[in-house]
């Protein structure tokens, strides 16, 4: 037994001896809170006895406790809470017992004679998050939809860079929580697992959930036992939006757009195929190397830029019988943009000569279509039952043209390649949610969940051309230079998770927690390239119009100008996963003191993985086995009532997936990734320590260290080959990360309901890793070849140093108007993309700085105004390979974003 499982297991055993012991006072009054209308239960309410010094707080199921002296009398109950009315309640306690007492809270700004609620305090609230946050036995931090809407931010991969330590990815949707990236993290809905969308990733791309459908999002840096063990970085959990009212219609409509774009707009062409939408039916031909059968056009048209976003929301509750209440939520959404942006994109190899080397235009039009059904029953004030329907389809076009060198085939600089590109994602994520309060002692929770997600990518076009002397010809080095590309990613999961809580003691001192939560999901990948092989005379002699491809790559070029070829025949190259993980829980949280609270725990995952492959070249199979004993600990320990210090300890893993264990080619334009069936998981040990200090309700300053032991890491890197191919490797034994983060919330100027405040949170981090070839081409038996350049490195996609930072000013004009302005700053510096190989230098990303501004009026009681700049300092991207001489190999500014937005509640 390692000393991290000794220690917790100590202190598992005292603390089972700490509860059998019986506590000298056995008197008090305990009790629940809940909102009067909802019946739903009400975290953090502030619990006090009139006229003494004893006090507590609800916990998250609404209940509370005070020990009392043990003599009878009469007390006074006072229960507050911001936004709702306090309540006092008198009762009298019989000498040796325990008085239950329970307490309904009325919304301040509810009308209990009127049925239409006008307005109700959200619980996702900056105030009501903070409240838990600091009355939490576990580290959370969590980013609501009060904070999110005065933010204006759009989706939930935005929303979460906004948390410490948190950094995003430009060019996609992954995000760095610590300086570690998609490998590291898992992302959950409701605590129920979702399935990715990219070939690439692990995780659903954040950005496909609209801040419509979110009520707020908690990020769990420390692990523990509920959580999935496949945690290094962090774990997202995007709890949906819950109606609290009694009915609600909404509408809205608005406008986002692109400086660049707008520059562009004469000339802003892409592929046919999907509709307006988002949407497209196109599938890849049978017997495709026989005939032309494309339906979409290699010629581009003109895109009319349209750009509009609208939606809908509405909710009603209904009452059944004396207790029951239904309550029904749906909203629907659409939102399109149309960017544009033009950069170096190249590819060196270690001498700083290029293989590739282009001045990169690209035209963009992205939709997303979101669709959320909740449907909650709550049956009584013990038994809740709700059903989560959402759907999404995320629509993506890409009109790539890359102007410049190319290696062999126009080296005058005078070669472009034109790729157009369409991916498609739908997800389709079904959940069944119950809570129960079985009695005084035991609460049961539980959840189901249905997935499925395609992402497709059912047309991608490439083309090759040269110039010479104005005339322009077909280039045609190898047999893919032109071609058809598709591919259909189809994953399906099942999910299931069960908690039982047992409260310890008279007054609830503590808590034992069991569960299980399981998962099985399959993926099957399926891709295709048809290539184009253009006749050699046509090539070489006849010039070409290279603005109407498909007059000659069309059907009517089919045999005379080129035949169809595939790496496979007509066959799909696939690879196929299978995962079951199967895990056990058990926790116990208990308040040792008055001020220190243990929450002790270990978790235990069965794990498969299996993957199948076929290309071109081979054919195999694999299979991870692992069975993860995986312990925690967090200790809280209360400085004073508003300070708290706190310690998490925790041991997981992180997996490989299903992409980077089979031997599959990826080509993009400028490199080629393949898979490794060698791969296996790392084992990750972490630690944390914070203070947190809380001023006030609305204020908060933590000061947090961090560090992370990492055996085996897995990493992305170059492999020794001569087109600067990339691959997985575990590239050594051990790693390691550790750093400071900073928060801090805080309103500088009050004056009557006028509010200034400011947020701030940064991270200061150092990661280091060694890598070892020999290890690689060991453990791969001869497959990779890893030559590291350098013998250590930082961790790809870490930044050391990451800022968030805003400026906030709150206005109230009248009780129906008022105005919020928001400023919004983030910075990240430098970080490793890639790791170097054979004397090519790590390739690396330029620290970036942003600015937006976030305007959102209240107009009227039933109108609101939004407007929102975003990236208006349009600063530039740069990736650099770090060679002896750094040669910049990609470059671009994405230009400023301007929204104006518009909703009306009936």
């Not at 502030?46 to 998250?60: F, G, H, P």
């Not at 009127?114 to 946050?133: D, F, K, P």
């Not at 991270?763 to 497959?783: C, I, P, S």
Request: no cysteine; aromatic share 12%; proline share 3%.
């Amino acid at each position: 037994m390692n000393k991290f499982a000794y220690h917790a297991a100590l202190i598992i055993s005292l603390l089972t001896i700490h509860v059998s012991m019986v506590r000298a006072q056995q008197f008090g009054v305990k009790g629940k809170v809940l909102d009067l209308e909802t019946y739903q239960p009400i975290p953090g309410v502030s619990i006090k006895i009139a006229n003494t010094n004893l006090a507590t707080s609800t916990d998250e199921s609404g209940e509370f406790s005070i020990t009392l002296p043990s003599k009878g009398g009469e007390y006074t109950l006072v229960s507050t809470f911001v936004g709702y009315n306090a309540d006092s309640t008198k009762f009298n306690l019989q000498t040796n017992s325990w008085e239950f007492i329970p307490v309904s809270l009325v919304n301040a700004s509810s009308t209990l004679d009127e049925v239409v609620i006008t307005r109700r305090r959200e619980r996702a609230s900056e105030l009501a998050l903070l409240e838990e946050r600091r009355k939490s036995s576990l580290t959370v931090e969590r980013i609501g939809s009060q904070e999110l809407a005065r933010k204006g931010v759009g989706d939930a991969a935005a929303a979460v860079s906004k948390i410490s330590g948190v950094s995003r990815q430009e060019g996609n949707s992954q995000v760095y929580v610590r300086g570690l990236g998609d490998r590291y993290m898992s992302t959950t809905l409701n605590g129920l697992p979702v399935p990715a969308s990219d070939v690439n990733l692990k995780n659903i791309a954040l950005d496909i959930f609209s801040t419509d459908v979110v009520d707020y999002i908690s990020v769990d840096k420390v692990n523990n036992v509920a959580l999935s063990g496949d945690f290094g970085g962090a774990s997202v959990d995007i709890a949906s939006k819950n109606f609290t009212g009694d009915k609600l219609l909404e509408f809205s409509v608005g406008s986002t757009v692109n400086t660049n774009a707008l520059s562009d707009a004469s000339n802003f062409n892409l592929q046919d195929g999907p509709n307006f939408f988002g949407y497209s039916d196109y599938k890849t031909p049978s017997n495709v190397r026989e005939s032309y059968h494309f339906p979409n056009s290699w010629n581009p048209s003109k895109k009319n830029m349209v750009p509009i976003n609208f939606g809908l929301t509405g909710g009603k509750s209904f009452r059944l019988g004396d207790e029951g209440r239904l309550k029904l939520f749906a909203t629907a959404n659409f939102s399109n943009g149309y960017t544009s942006r033009t950069g170096i994109n190249a590819d060196v190899n270690a001498q700083g000569a290029p293989l590739k080397s282009f001045m990169q235009t690209r035209m963009s039009y992205n939709t997303r279509t979101t669709g959320m059904f909740n449907a909650n029953y709550q049956i009584n004030p013990n038994h809740q039952v709700s059903y989560n329907l959402l759907y999404v389809n995320s629509g993506d076009q890409f009109r790539d043209i890359f102007s410049g060198f190319i290696r062999d085939a126009a080296e005058a600089n005078n070669g472009t390649l034109t790729r157009n590109t369409f991916a498609q994602t739908q997800l389709f994520i079904n959940q069944l949610l119950g809570k129960h309060k079985l009695n005084d002692k035991f609460d049961f929770d539980w959840g189901l969940a249905y997935n499925h997600v395609n992402g497709d990518m059912p047309d991608r076009m490439q083309s090759q051309v040269r110039s010479e002397n104005d005339q322009f010809y077909f280039i045609r080095v190898n047999e893919a230079d032109n071609h058809r590309y598709s591919h259909y990613l189809k994953e399906y999961e099942v999910a299931a998770n069960a908690k039982v809580e047992y409260k310890l003691g008279e007054d609830n001192r503590g808590k034992i927690s069991l569960g299980y939560n399981g998962r099985k999901k399959k993926r099957t990948f399926d891709m295709i390239q048809i290539n184009f092989d253009i006749d050699s005379e046509f090539r070489d002699r006849t010039a070409i119009d290279p603005n109407d491809i498909d007059r000659y790559l069309g059907a009517a070029g089919f045999g005379s100008i080129y035949s169809l070829k595939a790496f496979a025949g007509d066959s799909f190259q696939y690879y196929n996963g299978d995962q079951d993980i199967h895990a056990g829980f058990a926790s116990v949280d208990y308040k040792l003191t008055d001020k220190f609270t243990a929450v002790v725990g270990a978790r235990y995952e069965n794990i498969s993985q299996f993957v199948d492959y076929y290309t071109a070249e081979l054919r195999g199979e694999n299979t991870i086995k692992k069975n993860a004993f995986l312990p925690s600990l967090n200790l809280k320990y209360e400085l004073n009532e508003r300070q708290n210090l706190r310690f998490g300890a925790s041991k997981t893993y992180t997996l490989p997936q299903f992409k980077e264990r089979a031997r599959f080619p990826y080509d993009d334009v400028t490199q080629v990734i393949y898979g490794n069936p060698y791969l296996y998981a790392s084992d990750n040990y972490n630690a944390d320590l914070k203070w947190e200090f809380f001023p006030s309700a609305s204020e908060l300053i933590a000061v947090t260290a961090f560090g992370k032991y990492i055996q085996n890491p897995i990493n992305e890197i170059l492999i020794v080959s001569a087109t600067n191919d990339l691959s997985y490797a575990n590239t050594g034994e051990s790693g390691y990360a550790y750093g400071v983060e900073l928060e801090l919330k805080k309103d500088v100027l009050k004056f009557n309901e006028d509010r200034l405040s400011v947020g701030f949170n940064a991270a200061l981090m150092k990661t280091h890793q060694d890598f070892d070839g020999e290890k690689v081409n060991r453990e791969t038996r001869g497959m990779i070849n890893f030559a590291p350049t350098n013998l250590t490195s930082s961790f790809a996609g870490a930044s050391d140093v990451v800022v968030n930072a805003d400026l906030s000013y709150f206005k109230k004009l009248n009780n129906n108007q008022d105005l919020t302005a928001t400023l919004l700053y983030n910075y990240y510096s430098d970080k490793i993309y890639a790791i170097g190989a054979s004397f090519l230098g790590n390739r690396v990303d330029r620290g970036l700085g942003t600015l937006d501004f976030v305007l959102k009026a209240k107009l009227t009681k039933k109108i609101g105004l939004d407007l929102t700049a975003r990236n208006i300092l349009n600063p530039e991207f740069q990736r650099w390979q770090e060679n002896a001489e750094p040669v910049k190999i990609i470059s671009y500014k994405k230009g400023a974003f301007f929204n104006l937005g518009l909703k009306y509640q009936l």
